[in-house]
């Protein structure tokens, strides 16, 4: 399987405090996306970053990539009881179909 | 904004009935996908669309099959419905083959019995 891995499998942190979920993949990729999924629900696309760049930002939200080791980083700064969900990666490779990685549920207590 | 709608938010079938999930979505996208989301294996893709009429085979297409006779509606059919593909269903829309992000519905949870 070409599916990637996150870690951790879950995390829990207190409001106002940082989370920092990892994905590694196996395969060469065009690009890279997070996406958030809120219990029983569908996935909202959160940000994308390409092959050639190493770090991009989105609010409280820093991605960074680092091809060489095939992994990622989501950084979410500021924490708040809103941001609990799962976080899923998700990689493209030549074709616009993606290849979503196990994901990591992100509890946020007040 | 894009709207990605399903038709059920739950369904509960019994093994060996045909069973339809459709997808519609609201903004003219070329391409329309469907995953499986189980515990622990995170989302997997059956099938996938890139135009009207056409259809791909993505990692777990065994037990199911898809049909895409208009660009917004786009229906996936388990054929003879097991208690294995008793699952959450998501269906996606991207805009055209170069552009990446999806679009998601809200989920079917299908129960088979």
């Known amino acids: 399987s070409q599916q990637g891995e996150e870690d951790p499998q879950a995390l829990s942190i207190q409001e106002g405090e940082n989370a920092t979920m990892n994905c590694s993949y196996k395969?060469?990729?065009?690009?890279l996306q997070w996406y958030r999924q809120n219990s029983g629900r569908g996935l909202v696309h959160l940000i994308l970053?390409?092959?050639?760049?190493r770090e991009k930002h989105s609010g409280r939200l820093r991605v960074t990539l680092d091809t060489s080791k095939k992994s990622s980083s989501l950084l979410i700064t500021a924490s708040r009881a809103a941001d609990t969900a799962s976080y899923f990666c998700?990689?493209?490779?030549?074709?616009?179909?993606?290849?979503f990685g196990t994901g990591t549920r992100l509890q946020v207590t007040l | 904004d894009v709207k990605v709608t399903q038709s059920s938010r739950y369904l509960v079938k019994r093994t060996g009935e045909k069973v339809f999930l459709e997808c519609v979505q609201d903004?003219?996208?070329?391409?329309m996908f469907w995953y499986r989301q189980d515990p622990g294996l995170g989302l997997r893709l059956i099938y996938f669309?890139?135009?009207?009429?056409?259809?791909e085979k993505g990692d777990i297409p065994e037990g199911y099959s898809v049909s895409r006779e208009k660009k917004e509606r786009f229906s996936l059919i388990l054929e003879s419905a097991s208690t294995n593909q008793t699952s959450m269903y998501l269906c996606?829309?991207?805009?055209?083959?170069?552009?990446?992000?999806?679009?998601f519905g809200p989920g079917t949870r299908l129960t088979v019995t």
């Open positions: 996606a829309s991207s805009l055209w083959a170069g552009s990446y992000e999806q679009y």
């Open positions: 395969t060469s990729i065009n690009n």
């Open positions: 970053i390409r092959s050639n760049e």
């Open positions: 998700a990689h493209t490779g030549t074709a616009s179909k993606l290849t």
């Open positions: 903004m003219d996208h070329e391409n």
């Open positions: 669309s890139y135009d009207v009429k056409m259809k």
